[in-house]
């Protein structure tokens, strides 16, 4: 198993500019979710997703969407990059919305000029 | 608002020693608390979780500590390894599964 997987992994954007980070994961797992990480900070929960077709909101939901139309994927997307959004992206899944093992992707650097 | 804090944003180990990573809660409504490692340029990976209803959980070397009364936790690492330098968060989840919350982080550096 690949376990999760995202892309890209390094990103720069422009104030303005518009872009989707992609998460996947082949574990089954239904609870999926994007969480960001500021230098010297802990991780702040974006969106979060019980499974395909649900979805809800975290603790920073502002200037992201997300969808789930499969178990596998669950895109983030920026509507309008602003440079309060440079920070560490990382996509989570685990076996079940009560399930705490959560397994973290690589992570996306995003930098917002 | 509430949150989860940690009392040491670095903590420096003898190598074999045994290291005490400390966190602090304030919701007294947390269902489970988890401990994640994160290390360099990494997501961060599981270690271990306890139970709101525990004091106490033991595994592979790590044992977590629940005082619910003064709402503290902390994570044991037995015999600490240089593997084990990393940064170590503790998390809660709060009445529902689904949003896992975060504390800031306390950075694990192990002396030779």
């Known amino acids: 198993n690949a376990g999760v997987t995202q892309t890209p992994k390094f990103q720069v954007l422009k104030t303005g500019q518009s872009m989707t980070l992609q998460c996947a994961q082949d574990m089954n797992h239904e609870y999926m979710s994007w969480y960001r990480q500021d230098p010297g900070m802990g991780l702040r929960l974006i969106h979060y997703s019980v499974g395909a077709g649900i979805t809800d909101q975290g603790e920073v939901p502002n200037g992201y969407n997300v969808s789930r139309s499969t178990t596998e994927d669950f895109p983030l997307r920026l509507l309008s990059a602003a440079p309060s959004q440079t920070s560490v992206y990382f996509c989570a899944s685990s076996y079940g919305q009560f399930s705490y093992e959560q397994y973290f992707g690589p992570g996306t650097r995003l930098t917002v000029t | 608002g509430e949150s989860v804090g940690l009392h040491l944003p670095t903590l420096s180990v003898q190598e074999g020693d045994n290291s005490i990573i400390n966190c602090a809660y304030s919701n007294s409504a947390s269902d489970y608390f988890i401990w994640y490692k994160q290390e360099s340029g990494k997501g961060p990976q599981f270690i271990i979780d306890i139970r709101s209803n525990m004091d106490k959980r033991q595994g592979q070397r790590v044992t977590v500590l629940l005082n619910k009364t003064v709402k503290h936790l902390s994570l044991q690492i037995a015999a600490t390894q240089p593997g084990d330098s990393a940064v170590y968060f503790c998390?809660?989840?709060?009445?529902?599964?689904?949003?896992?919350?975060f504390g800031s982080g306390t950075r694990l550096s192990i002396r030779p």
């Open positions: 998390a809660e989840n709060r009445n529902s599964a689904s949003k896992i919350i």
